[in-house]
Structures are given as C-alpha cells and as structure tokens.
C-alpha cells in the first residue's frame, strides 16, 4: 500500500534565550553523541503550533482543550437558549446555585465520556475564590474536544433538555440506548484540525481516543551548547542619590544554539480522522489540504515563547527541508549524532547545513529513495548554499502551496 508521508526537517538558529525550561528554571538539555545540547521539548513546539492555528485557521476549524469543559459547554448552550443560564428554580436560586445550563453540560459530559465531572477540592473549600457565580463542576484531566463538537453536544442538550432540565436529559438516556449514543456520536465526529493533527485521549473511554497524525521531535542543538547565567538588578524609580543599591537582584539561565528541528505528518492517517469533504462542490481532499497547508506553516514559523520578554528570540528557520515520502517517515538527526564544529570564523550553520546534505545524499542513495517522492527546500543566505541541490527552491507561500498540490494528487490518485 501506498503511503503519504509528510516529513519537514529544519535549521533553525536561536539567539541567548530560555525558551523552554526545566524544573529548575534552566534551558532544557539532553547529551546527544555523547555532549551536552540545548533541547526545546517536542510538547512545546506543538503548543506554538496550536496557537499558530489560530492566525491561519477559523475558529470553527480548531477544538479547546481544558478541565473547564462545563463551562464551555453551558456558555454555548446558553447561547442556544438564554433561559438554560438561570438557577434551576426560583426557591433554590442563588448565587451558588449552578444554572441550568451548566448542570445540563455537565450531565452530557459524563454521559459522552465516561469522566467523572465534579467541582474541584480548592472550589469547594473556597467556593468565592475564582468571583462571584456559581461553581462549574470540571472533568478531572484536559479534555479536547473541537468546537462543533461543543456544537452539537449543544443542540442536544437544548433539544432534549430544554423543558425537562437535568432530570428529562438523564431520562430521555435511560430510554434506550440509541439515545445515549447519540451523545457520544457528537464527540466522536468532526474532529477539528488540531485534534487530528496532534490526537487526543479519554482516559474514561478509550474507543473516543484519536491516533495522532503528526509525530514532532524534541528539536535539538546540532553543537554543544553550555548554560549561561545572567546576573542582572532592577533600580528603584523612588531611590534618591543618596540611597545606593538595587531594588532587585537576581539571576537568570539562558543557551543559544543552531537547532535540528522534525516533525512527520501521517496524510492517510490525517484523512482518516478529518473524513472527506462535507460541502457542496468540495473535493474528498479539500479539508486534509487545508490542514496540510495550516501545520506546515504553522510549524516553521512558530516558535515557543518562554522568557519572550527577556529575551527577544524572535527568529525564523535559515532552512527547510520538506520531502512528501511513500513508506515510511525518516529523521536525518543522524547527521548530527558527531558534533558540528564551530566554523573557523565562527558560527554553525554552514557547517550544518553541508553535513545534513551529505547525509541526506548518502542515506538516499544507500536506501534507495523512490522517484515518486517529491522534495523542497526553502533556504535563507549562502550558508545554506550546501542545501540547494536536495529539491526545488521555494519560497514559503510557494512551498504551502506545493505541498498542498502534491497531497490533493496523491489522495485523488489512490481514492
């Protein structure tokens, strides 16, 4: 069988910064080939990815993942239905009485995903410590769900629970099974773009888990790289002359390093959990397109914001390496297993970029790579001169557009 394989390997150099730290506050590491390199977790580099999505996509098309899943679920029904947000009755009504709507959601929750909903132990010691309102009960793990999902479970809850409140939801599930089903269906069909991209799992219900399309490595210093501490004061705006001192003082860890970053997308498996086109005169293939084209940019673009404001790392890859494959996904961080050297003038990226194409050509050649597979490269400054020859030269808008063709293609070709 004919696989679609999406793999992007990237270079990516970045300035003294803490973008991703440890438990101890310092620059995440890992030792590779035997040194110690500057590591960005692959956890962070995805959840710049998400939020990436938020520029490139619509609202409709991306999922929310959070304990409050009540309470994004009771403000959608209230949309539907502006008197599901009141106290259940007019005796009971208080502050602390939880409307309608939200004991509605809450109810669907449970009913759709097996969690457990309930109000957290913090909430209920002090109920006033997140305002004034009624306490929304929460699942007990993040829950991702996309938001037509939200949607429909919406519409249900509206539907069914409308005039019976709580008590007509739970009967109308006892009823017959088809009934309860349908509250699961709604979690489980039409899935937004980030859960089919990155997964999800219901640790209550593991046959509404989603497999993951998209596998992302932990990007990775090409070099060694040593932690840096920054010592560093605050003054006092009210200090006189004669007061010496610093308000503050304090330190900081930071790193800099040339990073090998990687992901791989899984284009069948993507398919799968997005389904087929839904609109009228929308080709099979148009929602893995615009998820194709959304990640990829999303992807090289992004980048994680930790001590943002401290640092101002702001920079872009100096190369891209995008290869749409027909097995199997393929890393090239072997390249790097030995060391890249500084170069005689300083820096590491023309260094790195001459060693990935050599390992690239050599792997290729050894492995045999078949002539169905398509590659760009989009490359930033004569250090990366050694990439030119790997694909066709791309701007970016050209590679998203590329890749985007060359994915409707494969799908058509082997509906």
């Not at 304990?67 to 208080?94: C, F, H, M, N, Y």
């Not at 194709?292 to 930790?306: K, Y």
Request: charged share 25%; glycine share 8%; with cysteine.
């Amino acid at each position: 069988m004919t696989r679609t394989i999406l793999d992007i390997h990237i270079l990516q150099t970045v300035p003294p910064s803490n973008i991703n730290r440890d438990d101890t506050g310092a620059p995440k590491t890992a030792v590779y080939g035997g040194v110690r390199r500057a590591r960005v977790s692959s956890q962070a580099w995805k959840r710049a990815t998400r939020k990436s999505f938020e520029d490139l996509l619509p609202a409709s098309e991306l999922g929310v993942r959070t304990k409050k899943v009540v309470e994004a679920l009771a403000e959608r029904i209230i949309v539907l239905d502006p008197q599901l947000g009141a106290a259940p009755t007019a005796e009971s009504a208080s502050a602390a009485q939880p409307s309608v709507a939200i004991e509605l959601a809450a109810e669907l929750i449970h009913t759709a995903t097996g969690s457990k909903i309930e109000v957290p132990k913090r909430k209920v010691k002090d109920p006033d410590a997140d305002g004034a309102g009624p306490v929304a009960p929460e699942s007990s793990y993040l829950m991702f769900l996309s938001r037509r999902q939200l949607d429909a479970l919406a519409a249900l809850a509206v539907e069914k629970g409308a005039k019976g409140g709580v008590s007509g939801l739970k009967e109308f599930f006892k009823e017959k099974k088809e009934n309860k089903a349908l509250a699961r269906q709604a979690v489980d069909t039409r899935h937004s773009v980030d859960i089919a991209l990155f997964g999800r799992m219901v640790a209550d219900s593991s046959d509404l888990n989603v497999e993951a399309a998209t596998q992302v490595a932990h990007a990775i210093g090409v070099h060694e790289s040593e932690i840096e501490s920054d010592y560093y004061t605050a003054v006092d705006d009210k200090n006189t002359d004669a007061e010496s001192g610093a308000g503050m003082i304090g330190s900081i860890d930071f790193n800099s390093a040339t990073l090998y970053r990687y992901a791989a997308v899984d284009v069948n498996e993507l398919q799968r959990n997005l389904g087929v086109g839904l609109r009228t005169g929308e080709a099979p293939s148009t929602p893995v397109e615009k998820a194709v084209g959304a990640f990829l940019e999303a992807f090289i673009t992004s980048l994680p914001t930790g001590k943002i404001n401290t640092f101002g790392h702001h920079t872009l890859p100096a190369a891209v390496i995008v290869k749409l494959r027909s097995r199997r996904p393929i890393s090239f961080v072997g390249a790097f297993e030995e060391p890249v050297r500084q170069a005689t003038g300083g820096g590491f990226l023309a260094g790195s970029c001459e060693r990935l194409a050599t390992h690239v050509r050599d792997v290729e050649r050894q492995y045999g790579a078949p002539k169905d597979e398509q590659t760009w490269v989009l490359r930033v400054g004569d250090d990366t001169q050694a990439l030119a020859g790997l694909g066709t030269e791309v701007t970016l808008a050209d590679l998203v557009a590329g890749v985007k063709g060359a994915v409707a293609q494969r799908l058509e070709a082997g509906a």
